[in-house]
């Protein structure tokens, strides 16, 4: 199952200067314990989760680096 990431909860700093960060797994409601800086499209951005969903999220990573990149499109011409 793929996470879903829900980019509306970003961290926000409170009046006190406390910076808050709930899971950022959608319809999760947990505090996000872990962080993680992800570059996002040159934009860097940082997601948080709770230890359960901060599993779930690495276990994504790993299966994206394992999808092989698309095939290169054939060369023109061809050698004779
Ligand atoms: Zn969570």
């Known amino acids: 199952m793929t996470l879903k990431i829900d980019r509306r909860k970003t961290p926000r700093t409170t009046s006190t ?3 808050e960060h709930p ?14 800086t992800v570059d996002d ?3 860097r951005q940082q997601l948080w ?4 969903h901060a599993k779930q ?18 060369k023109q011409g061809r050698l004779v």
């Open 41 to 43: 499209a040159g934009k």
């Open 49 to 52: 989760f709770c230890p359960d």
């Open 23 to 36: 899971c950022m797994a959608e319809g999760c409601t947990t505090w996000g314990s872990r962080g993680y």
């Open 17 to 19: 200067g406390h910076s």
């Open 57 to 74: 999220y690495e276990a994504d990573v790993e299966a994206a680096k394992r999808t092989p990149p698309p095939p290169r499109p054939p």
